[in-house]
Structure formats: structure tokens, C-alpha cells
């Protein structure tokens, strides 16, 4: 089924570790996001990508890296986890509508 | 500045009544609006949006949205509501003509329970 797949869909870390959540959309968007959601705030997006090669940070970027070498793919990277960084994440892609398609989400604890 | 509001941090509904999920936004142009729903640990499903045209949108699972410009508004509706429309339902706004960088605004979401 076209989509976005976020893996893993439950992690927890130990202060200080590092991981990576994966992301990847079959639907050839252009567009991708990583966005957090925390109790009482809403979602906030971490950083995004308008295209392969081209990464940008949104509004809660700190502690949080990304790459994007295929349209496919947009893995987001914990540098050094901190209690934080616990949240749900989620990965969308968008298509020229602003249709946003989301993944069903990482819940990520650190200890 | 920007923002959208969902006046309504938690409703409850009895199942059958009918439903209204308020919408307010504060854009400086004309928007791009959305209601997106979010079943426990799931991510987000587009209910429906509104780009231009007829002000009254129809979407999935039996959901409307009107759009009111004087108003600054985009409320939800629907006239019955069932035991699985329990959720959390998020509005957000984009901008129509920002090119590829556009991004969306939004809500802090509207916690719906359906009483029996």
C-alpha cells in the first residue's frame, strides 16, 4: 500500500545514545517532514526537506539531524538522546496540494 | 502573527448528536484549510480540505467544514456522530503561494469523546 513507513514504532534510549528513526514514502513527494508531538503542544516540526539534497530546519530543530539522499528516504538522527527528546515523532510527505500523508509514528522514551 | 485555534481543548457527544468542532485561524493571505483526525496511537488522516471555490467542503466519513472568510473560520461538522469518531481532530491552515517552502500552521486539537 503506497504510504509512509516510520520505523521503529517504539524505542527507548538511555541518556546520551544515539539512533536513528527511519522514514521512507512510495509516493515520489517531493516534500517531507519530521514533526513531534508532546501533550498540550501540538505537533511541531523539527526539519523538513523540499527535495533530494535540500534539508531545512523548522521550528524545533536542536539535538536533531537529517539527511535526504533519495526522495524516498528522510531519516531523522538523535545526536545524543535527552529526556527531552520523549515524544511521539512523526514522518509526513506532502504533494503539491499540501496533502499531507503521515506515518503511524515512533514513541520514543529516554531514560 | 500566524496561529490557529481550536477554542475547544475537550468535548464529549452522545452518540447520534450531531457535532461542531470550532476552527479559528489569524493568516495574513488566503489560506489553505484543513482538518486532519487522529485515532489513539495512529498518525494523522486528512478528514478534508479547502482550497477555493464553494465554501462548503464535504469529506470522509460523513465530515463537513464551511468556510467562513469574515469570520476567519473553518468549522467541522457532522450531523450524527458515532462511538468510532472518538478522537483528536486538528485544524491547520497553509499559505496558497509560497512555493515548494510552504509549510502548515497548526491547531493544539480537539480531544472528541462519544458517550453510548
Known amino acids: 500500500n503506497a504510504g509512509v513507513t516510520q520505523t521503529p514504532k517504539f524505542q527507548v534510549l538511555k541518556t546520551g545514545q544515539s539512533m536513528t528513526l527511519q522514514c521512507a514514502q512510495d509516493?515520489?513527494?517531493?516534500?517531507m517532514s519530521w514533526y513531534r508531538q508532546d501533550p498540550g503542544m501540538g505537533l511541531r516540526l523539527i526539519h523538513y526537506?523540499?527535495?533530494?539534497?535540500?534539508?531545512d530546519q523548522g521550528e524545533v530543530p536542536n539535538g536533531y539531524n537529517v539527511s535526504r539522499s533519495t526522495t524516498e528516504d528522510f531519516p531523522l538522527r538523535l545526536l545524543s538522546a535527552a529526556p527531552s527528546q520523549t515524544s511521539v515523532y512523526f514522518c509526513?510527505?506532502?504533494?503539491?496540494?499540501?496533502?499531507?500523508?503521515f506515518g503511524s509514528g515512533t514513541r520514543l522514551t529516554v531514560v | 502573527a500566524q496561529s490557529v485555534t481550536q477554542p475547544d481543548i475537550h468535548i464529549t457527544v452522545s452518540e447520534g448528536a450531531s457535532l461542531e468542532l470550532r476552527c479559528n485561524y489569524s493568516?495574513?493571505?488566503?489560506?489553505?484549510l484543513f482538518w486532519y483526525v487522529q485515532s489513539p496511537g495512529q498518525g494523522l488522516q486528512l478528514l478534508l480540505k479547502?482550497?477555493?471555490?464553494d465554501t462548503l467542503v464535504q469529506g470522509i466519513k460523513g465530515f463537513e467544514a464551511e468556510f467562513k472568510r469574515s469570520q476567519s473560520s473553518f468549522n467541522l461538522r457532522k450531523p450524527s456522530v458515532h462511538w468510532s469518531d472518538a478522537a483528536e481532530y486538528f485544524c491547520?491552515?497553509?499559505?496558497?503561494?509560497?512555493?515548494?517552502?510552504?509549510?502548515?500552521?497548526w491547531g493544539l486539537g480537539t480531544s472528541l469523546a462519544v458517550n453510548p
Open positions: 509526513a510527505s506532502r504533494d503539491l496540494t499540501l496533502g499531507y500523508t
Open positions: 509516493m515520489n513527494h517531493e516534500y
Open positions: 526537506s523540499v527535495g533530494a539534497g535540500i534539508t
Open positions: 493568516y495574513g493571505a488566503t489560506p489553505y
Open positions: 479547502y482550497f477555493s471555490g
Open positions: 491547520a491552515v497553509g499559505a496558497r503561494n509560497a512555493g515548494n517552502n510552504r509549510k502548515l500552521i
